[in-house]
């Protein structure tokens, strides 16, 4: 079975899973997007408003932020695959609770699995606290690789909104710095 035959019927399971009590209050799952053929996944905490309005990751605010980003390092969103911890939006876009992690993380897992990046970019805290197990927060370790599955580094990076409500034009803002950490990502694949 093809990578992306998988990918569709994940997506199908994705969008009829009511395992936690997200399920009960957004509109919709928010299944990854993006190629199937790709090095690089970007992974971030969970839907926001607009995510859960169009079903689509990462399309608001912090969506074009991303966009913005991962063309800052000549890639483009039809190069990378996207998606989430959790797939449904947690209320008032708080953190994902840990049940809630818990009960999409077979997803996340068979995403993982099918694409088989060489890199997992995760975006804020939430995404790297959960593949890493760790407590430190994003400033301490991000624009680093770490060792996580035979074969796929994490990197760890600020997430698009955080970006967008701190914006700044101090040339080491975290936004210059996550532009530099896109950058690197884009030479890794390229060697």
């Given at each position: ?41 970007f992974?971030?905490?969970g ?7 169009t ?54 897992e068979?995403?993982i ?29 991000r ?45 890794e694949?390229?060697?």
């Amino acid at each position: 079975m093809s990578a992306k035959s998988n990918i569709s019927e994940l997506k199908e399971e994705i969008l009829s899973c009511s395992k936690c009590r997200l399920a009960e209050t957004a509109s919709r799952a928010v299944p990854g997007e993006g190629n199937t053929n790709t090095e690089v996944i970007f992974l971030g905490e969970g839907p926001g408003k607009k995510e859960d309005e169009t079903g689509r990751p990462f399309v608001g605010q912090g969506g074009r932020k991303l966009d913005e980003l991962i063309e800052s390092a000549s890639m483009s969103r039809k190069d990378v695959y996207i998606t989430n911890v959790v797939k449904h939006r947690p209320p008032e876009n708080r953190a994902p609770e840990r049940g809630e992690v818990e009960a999409c993380k077979q997803f996340l897992e068979a995403e993982i699995d099918v694409i088989n990046p060489s890199i997992i970019v995760t975006l804020g805290n939430t995404a790297t606290r959960e593949l890493l197990d760790t407590d430190r927060g994003i400033s301490s370790i991000r624009g680093r690789f770490f060792f996580w599955r035979e074969g796929i580094r994490i990197f760890p990076t600020f997430h698009p909104g955080y970006l967008v409500r701190n914006p700044s034009g101090d040339p080491l803002s975290p936004e210059e710095e996550a532009r530099k950490d896109m950058k690197r990502i884009r030479k890794e694949i390229s060697t």
